[in-house]
């Protein structure tokens, strides 16, 4: 199973960008699929995730209501979408999947995933 993730760069504060994070090797569709990231000095951080059971949704405080992140089936992809772009949000994402299903507050804690892709940069610069 690989996790492919895609779409970071360099943008301005207020801009977008949107990421993709492509399943191969396995059909995700019970467990949660989510959005980390780490900044230079800084620990892993959750940013987004979506149980593919239920399609449940939840995000970090600090990024509610400018990023959303979406689950496109038939691709097998997670996506997020970025808007607003804050050089706060500067960081390395990371995307994760998990096999099983898991309870939904435990759907933010990096250690209960089974797989990561190899991260993307996104650098906002003010």
């Known amino acids: 199973v690989q996790l492919q993730a895609y779409g970071g760069g360099l943008v301005q504060a207020g801009g977008s960008l949107r990421l993709s994070c492509a399943a191969s090797?396995?059909?995700?569709?019970?467990?949660?699929m989510g959005w980390f990231r780490q900044a230079p000095g800084k620990e892993r951080e959750f940013v987004a995730v979506?149980?593919?059971?239920?399609?449940?949704?939840q995000y970090t405080d600090s990024v509610k209501g400018r990023f959303t992140i979406s689950r496109d089936k038939v691709k097998n992809t997670v996506n997020l979408e970025m808007n607003n772009l804050k050089p706060e949000d500067t960081a390395v994402y990371y995307c994760a999947a998990r096999n099983q299903r898991i309870i939904t507050s435990y759907q933010n804690r990096a250690e209960v995933y089974d797989y990561w892709g190899q991260g993307t940069q996104v650098t906002v610069s003010s």
């Open positions: 979506i149980d593919t059971w239920t399609g449940n949704k």
């Open positions: 090797g396995r059909t995700f569709n019970s467990g949660p």
